[in-house]
């Protein structure tokens, strides 16, 4: 199976928190375009086709899998709650996170009417959230709201390839309080592998071969792929592999798609997005990480070629913190 040779990119400058964004520990809001320009750094811009004309959500997007008063309380900027991720709310910062979700949903979609097209959402801050708050960085429970509207227009169900260093339980804690989420993401479809080490790429191997399963028997039909930068072990809160294993995960990923293409003689509809990774002493590694993964996918699965060498330094430990 072929698919196109670019990567469309749904990115609107008004989904990066630009203004506000030193009074996060967080560089997630500002991520976005900090990728992108690394990228263009890098001359490797040609492989990503930029999307800037989607229409971000609206208040009203929200209540999929938010409560009331969640949602009033982030759009009015009430305190506590509208800083319960962890980071400092602010007018921009809110229609920051409209765009982000949004851009979430779109490339999803897009990706399901051609589905030879890989898409990419360049954000962040989505798979700790809750129905009722916010948590660890994490506003609106971007992956539910997403895959909810899918559910909702196409009656299609997605899995997310979750490899972020942390657990992400947006989704397990939004089955309860979100009608018919386990038919948006059929439960264990919220994959997250667990140890570390060969461990952690062993358990990956298992969850994808029964993955793959769900995709045969059309009970999964997109799937979502998040390469957190945080499992790696030299970030600030995370950790679960070292460099020749991340990229081993990433060459795991590609290659079980490519196969399951040919196995069912059709395209699955993918998506990429971001997810974690935090270096206050060099974030270029972790924007290097992401590159890293990005030409992994160019190259094995949309015919590039391309010689990318990371720059992971090693972190810089502050004894006193």
């Avoid at 391309?306 to 090693?314: M, V």
Wanted: aromatic share 14%; charged share 25%.
């Amino acid at each position: 199976m072929k698919r196109y040779h670019t990567i469309e990119t749904f990115y609107n400058v008004k989904q990066v928190l630009q203004k506000d964004s030193k009074m996060n520990f967080s560089k997630s809001p500002l991520k976005p375009k900090l990728l992108l320009d690394y990228i263009r750094k890098h001359s490797l811009s040609e492989y990503f086709e930029i999307k800037s004309n989607f229409e971000p959500f609206q208040k009203a997007d929200f209540p999929i899998a938010h409560n009331k008063f969640y949602v009033d309380a982030m759009f009015e900027g009430i305190k506590p709650l509208c800083e319960s991720s962890g980071l400092k709310w602010s007018k921009q910062f809110l229609e920051s996170l409209t765009y982000t979700n949004a851009s979430l949903y779109e490339a999803i979609k897009r990706s399901l009417y051609f589905p030879n097209q890989v898409t990419f959402s360049p954000t962040s801050g989505f798979h700790h959230a809750t129905p009722d708050r916010g948590n660890a960085f994490c506003s609106f429970s971007g992956q539910v709201i997403a895959s909810m509207k899918i559910y909702q227009e196409f009656r299609l169900s997605g899995a997310y390839l979750d490899l972020d260093g942390h657990y992400g339980n947006s989704i397990s804690d939004s089955y309860d309080y979100v009608k018919d989420l386990d038919k948006a993401i059929p439960y264990g479809c919220n994959i997250n592998p667990i140890d570390a080490g060969k461990d952690y790429i062993r358990d990956l191997k298992l969850r994808l071969k029964i993955l793959g399963d769900k995709i045969a028997n059309d009970e999964v039909h997109y799937i979502v792929f998040a390469h957190g930068a945080d499992s790696h072990t030299e970030d600030d809160l995370g950790g679960q592999v070292n460099t020749e294993q991340w990229l081993e995960c990433s060459s795991i990923v590609y290659k079980w798609i490519k196969q399951m293409d040919r196995k069912l003689k059709r395209e699955i509809p993918l998506t990429l997005t971001l997810f974690g990774g935090y270096r206050k002493d060099n974030f270029d590694s972790v924007l290097s990480l992401h590159t890293l993964d990005l030409v992994m996918c160019l190259n094995t699965l949309c015919g590039a070629s391309i010689d990318y060498k990371p720059d992971i330094k090693q972190r810089e430990y502050d004894y006193n913190e």
